[in-house]
């Protein structure tokens, strides 16, 4: 915490970059990129590679290339490319005409194949899958060169480019760099470089049947695009000796260095494509995009901002041992984002119906109603009040206790922008005992909801004139999992057995200012009391106004903090 206003965030890449900058390793450039793999939609977790990226280009005056890293053509489709660009954009940044596709080096990723073999660093192996897996030993045990590693570099040649014409199924044979079946490092064990698939490319259609693996695209890619820095996830940090052994084996225009940073972990939450992609194959949301996903597609349905997950992404830092993140941070950042920006407006989400005996009916006259105290650039809006009016069930209690500082009977409260009422008695369903209205009286003197004799009340309660009221569907939302770490559970469950049943409730029949009559999707507003409201985009049409809630206005993270600190 403590980020200084303005001040550039410092973190262990931003030295190094420093420090390349003086020794001028790299001239004095800075070139970074953002690799997704289109198989997939980004999620919050991705949003913190993107802000590390782009921001180090940003404050560097470098570059950050968009780059798909579609290597894989099973599991890649064009619409996670198109929604991946979206959200990019979405949060900020811009990569102009810096976008590439490791599919567009294909061709470039084969003439190296064939300079490995040339060199002696490369050959095709007839094991299959399982035995390759048998052969490669284990991390206590050496693995065994395969009996095909020592094939003549013509043999090797010819079986590669009948590989690529085609001549041969699936997983029949592959292509392995020669490097040390004994090395302590697994993935210097021989890895596989090139696999048969023949499967249909969202690119390069039909034009290629084997496919280049990661680890070896992604270096060399890094260095046909002059990265100076790659920026990967802790995971690869075993990988990253492999990494530089192909850069070290062929003529390629420079050697980037890869280093690794911590993947964010946030609570409640899972940020991993797979798991993202049973939730939304096996149906227990709706879609990437349900407001409760941490996809960023779905986050912004929900209502986040991009700018409370930049702030987020500055504020956790970026460091090399892993931890987890409280989701309460995000709430905190979305709070003090929308605190400043979203007009406060009345909204009753449970209405009861409240007539005040004195008002003239038929009477109907327009408030002052400020629109952020936050914001003095927001002016005011007018709001209609008359003699019937909604206001929240909750804050209605027949037999209050005496600390309830709502509406009883006999007690005042103050409405909202409008007057001091007392409850004088309710009617009630005479079958079920059901209050069905709360009468009460208005003080005429206290207009806008101030007393002239400077009589006190300790309760604001939020309304909405019933004869001026627009009905609304508001969706409040919980966590998506009811376990900090989704991922523990008992033997032979999965994260699924942690889903949160109650995660989302659906309110309908809510009742809202008449102004929101007009609200357009994605449009975001305080509702008085009740938390941070967005506009679905999806649900919502002119006839039916939809709601989600962004995030309730409790600050528990804020509190939590100041008692720590
Ligand atoms: P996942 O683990 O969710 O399937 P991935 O690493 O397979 O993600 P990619 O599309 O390869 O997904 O990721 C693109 C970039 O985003 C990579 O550089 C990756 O390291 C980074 N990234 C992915 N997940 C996270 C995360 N949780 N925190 C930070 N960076 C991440
Ligand atoms: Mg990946």
């Not at 390349?20 to 977790?45: C, M, W």
């Not at 627009?470 to 559970?489: G, I, K, S």
């Not at 942690?498 to 929101?516: A, H, I, Q, R």
């Amino acid at each position: 915490m403590g980020k200084e206003e303005g001040a550039l965030p410092s973190n262990f890449i931003r030295s190094i970059v420093d420090e390349d900058n003086r020794s001028q390793k790299h001239g004095g450039r800075v070139a970074t990129r953002f690799p997704p793999e289109p198989n997939g939609y980004l999620h919050i977790g991705h949003a913190k590679s993107i802000c590390l990226n782009f921001g180090l280009a940003r404050d560097y005056e470098g570059t950050c290339n968009l780059r798909f890293d579609d290597t894989n053509p099973v599991t890649e489709e064009v619409e996670y490319v198109e929604s991946i660009q979206e959200d990019v954009r979405w949060l900020g940044f811009d990569w102009g005409e810096r976008r590439f596709f490791a599919s567009d080096y294909f061709e470039q990723l084969y003439d190296y194949a064939v300079e490995l073999i040339r060199k002696g660093l490369a050959y095709v192996d007839d094991l299959n899958a399982e035995q390759i897996r048998e052969y490669r030993g284990t991390l206590t045990q050496p693995g065994k060169n395969s009996p095909f590693r020592d094939r003549s570099v013509e043999e090797n040649l010819d079986l590669f480019q009948r590989m690529r014409a085609g001549e041969f199924p699936d997983g029949s044979r592959v292509l392995r760099a020669k490097i040390d079946m004994a090395s302590p490092n697994i993935n210097m064990r021989d890895p596989t470089i090139y696999r048969i698939k023949h499967a249909h490319h969202h690119r390069t259609g039909d034009a290629w049947c084997v496919y280049p693996m990661y680890d070896y695209t992604h270096c060399i890619s890094d260095a046909l695009e002059h990265i100076t820095h790659s920026i990967c996830t802790l995971e690869f940090e075993d990988h990253r000796p492999l990494y530089d052994w192909v850069l070290d084996q062929l003529p390629v225009p420079c050697h980037p260095q890869q280093i690794e940073f911590a993947r964010l972990n946030l609570t409640y939450t899972v940020l991993s494509k797979r798991k993202l992609l049973r939730l939304v194959m096996e149906k227990h949301v709706n879609g990437w995009s349900d407001p409760r996903m941490p996809t960023l597609s779905g986050m912004r349905r929900r209502g986040y901002t991009p700018e409370a997950i930049r702030d987020f992404c500055d504020r956790i830092g970026v460091a090399k041992a892993d931890s987890i993140v409280d989701i309460e941070l995000l709430n905190f950042c979305l709070r003090e984002d929308l605190n400043r920006r979203a007009l406060r407006v009345m909204a009753v989400l449970d209405p009861i119906k409240v007539v005040i005996e004195n008002y003239p009916e038929g009477q109907v006259e327009m408030l002052d109603a400020e629109n952020n105290p936050e914001d003095p650039a927001a002016g005011s809006r007018q709001i209609p009040f008359s003699r019937e009016i909604y206001i929240e069930r909750e804050d209605f209690m027949e037999e209050a206790p005496k600390k309830y500082f709502r509406l009883a009977p006999g007690k005042e409260v103050r409405l909202k922008h409008a007057y001091y009422v007392t409850c004088t008695n309710v009617v009630k369903d005479p079958a079920t005992g059901q209050v069905l209205e709360v009468h009460c009286t208005y003080d005429p003197a206290t207009r806008g909801g101030w007393s002239q004799d400077g009589r006190k009340v300790k309760g604001t309660l939020h309304w909405v004139s019933t004869a001026h009221a627009v009905d609304a569907e508001v969706r409040l939302y919980d966590h998506l999992f009811t376990q900090e770490n989704p991922d523990d559970v008992e033997e032979g469950k999965d994260f699924l057995s942690n889903l949160n049943p109650d995660s989302v409730k659906v309110l309908t029949g809510c009742k809202v200012e008449p102004g929101l009559a007009s609200a357009t999707a994605q449009e975001r507003y305080q509702f008085l009391r009740q938390g941070y409201f967005c506009v679905d985009s999806v649900d919502s049409s002119s006839g039916a106004l939809v709601f989600n809630r962004i995030v309730a206005l409790k600050d528990s993270w804020a509190k939590e903090q100041r008692k720590a600190g």
